[in-house]
């Protein structure tokens, strides 16, 4: 057995890090207004949850205040191995990405500063017992809170720049799968935490009329590590063979890439808003993984999976009217491209282009004001042949069709001061 093949699964505990910015499944959740608009926000000033989309828009956001928000991604995963009738369902999985903002500042100053909490992406995948791919994939769970301190200026009442420190403030990562012994099957679990871990995240916002507003941000790539303190845990291998399994450390690090966003915003009238942006994702930097083990397994220390990804786009377009005093409504939608080539598939991130839709509204009472979307996702099935595998030497994945469907309500909880 490969030791390539055999530490697939290690490949996992990085690249579901690396979903935490894009990729894999590629959901923006940073603010309940924009989820239900498709996820504009770069051109855009709607509230504190600029402190993600673009911190230079933060100062044109007129009032103080902070804002709860939270949803619950539910993915239907199904898998029919190459040559095979037999659809294999995933075991239902739930996560709950949250985000919390808080902005301060004089009320008719040119600044304000902010304090964002996030976690934007979640990934939690568990495979049908038994399934063709359990020596690559059987569980993944993914958990990661990034935290933003911010600070917007306004140059001039129609220009204001914006920066932010973003801080990978807590990553935690649990993967299992199988091991096919000659007459059973092992396991192995990784268990993880990344090191905390510094970026960026600037902006600039233009507003030269009531009816226009542009934006441009930038977020930094981010090295995500786990520095050699990783737990590697094996179960179920039999006296003749621990020999070979000798591994209960691992390090190893993924550039998560840098993503440079552009957003246009336009206001036909005062109840009408439709934005549009483009997000640009480095994802070429994502050449290999690479992991290193304190002890040999199957004799050798080190493991290298291919991962040769391409960059990628994402197009949202959304709006909101508000129909009432108290009461706005919303919609959007988005078309985001695979970073993943053909015969680089892997278990944990099942990934191809993605269409979704979305609604939202906001009904506000008082200083308090409550956020509602939804949003549902389809990942375009995705077929990956053997000869695909071979032809780029990567077959430590397996051959088959993934389809994917994702349904994400959110809720959210305003307070304006």
């Not at 000798?246 to 109840?271: D, H, R, Y």
């Not at 995705?382 to 000869?387: D, F, G």
Request: charged share 15%.
């Amino acid at each position: 057995m490969k030791l390539k093949s055999l530490l697939l699964a290690s490949g996992v505990l990085l690249a579901g890090t690396c979903n935490a910015f894009a990729g894999g499944y590629q959901v923006t959740l940073a603010g309940i207004k924009n989820n239900g608009m498709g996820g504009v926000g770069v051109g855009l000033s709607l509230d504190q949850a600029a402190m993600f989309y673009n911190p230079g828009a933060l100062a044109m956001v007129r009032a103080r205040g902070v804002q709860i928000g939270g949803n619950v991604t539910l993915a239907r995963n199904a898998f029919v191995a190459e040559g095979s009738n037999m659809q294999r369902e995933l075991r239902n999985s739930v996560v709950t990405p949250f985000s919390l903002y808080a902005s301060f500042g004089p009320a008719e100053g040119k600044f304000r500063a902010g304090i964002a909490v996030y976690t934007p992406f979640g990934s939690k995948l568990g495979y049908a017992n038994g399934w063709e791919g359990r020596t690559s994939l059987t569980d993944i769970d993914l958990k990661s809170v990034f935290v933003q301190p911010t600070f917007s200026y306004a140059i001039t009442d129609e220009l204001s720049v914006g920066a932010g420190l973003v801080v990978l403030a807590y990553g935690a990562v649990n993967l299992q799968r199988d091991i096919a012994l000659p007459d059973s099957y092992g396991h192995i679990e990784l268990d993880g935490k990344a090191k905390t871990k510094l970026g960026f995240n600037a902006g600039i916002y233009y507003k030269p009329s009531d009816k226009l507003s542009i934006g441009i941000s930038h977020r930094s790539k981010i090295d995500a590590v786990v520095d050699n303190d990783g737990d590697v845990t094996f179960s179920n291998i039999p006296a003749s063979f621990q020999s070979r399994f000798q591994a209960t450390k691992f390090g190893a690090t993924l550039p998560l890439p840098a993503t440079t966003s552009v957003g246009i915003g336009v206001t036909p009238n005062e109840k009408l808003t439709i934005g549009f942006d483009v997000n640009f994702v480095q994802w070429s930097k994502y050449r290999e993984l690479r992991f290193d083990f304190d002890q040999p397994i199957n004799g050798s220390t080190t493991s290298v999976s291919k991962r040769n990804y391409k960059d990628a786009l994402t197009f949202r377009l959304g709006g909101q009217y508000q129909l009432t005093s108290g009461l706005t409504v919303r919609a959007g939608g988005s078309y985001d491209m695979t970073p993943v080539p053909d015969g680089y598939v892997t278990p944990e991130t099942p990934d191809n282009d993605r269409v979704s839709g979305t609604v939202g509204a906001s009904y506000a009472f008082g200083k308090f004001s409550l956020d509602l979307s939804g949003q549902f996702i389809r990942i375009q099935k995705r077929t990956e042949t053997q000869a695909d595998l071979m032809n780029n030497g990567t077959t430590d994945r397996v051959a088959g069709t993934y389809k994917t469907n994702i349904v994400i309500p959110g809720l959210g909880l305003n307070y304006a001061f």
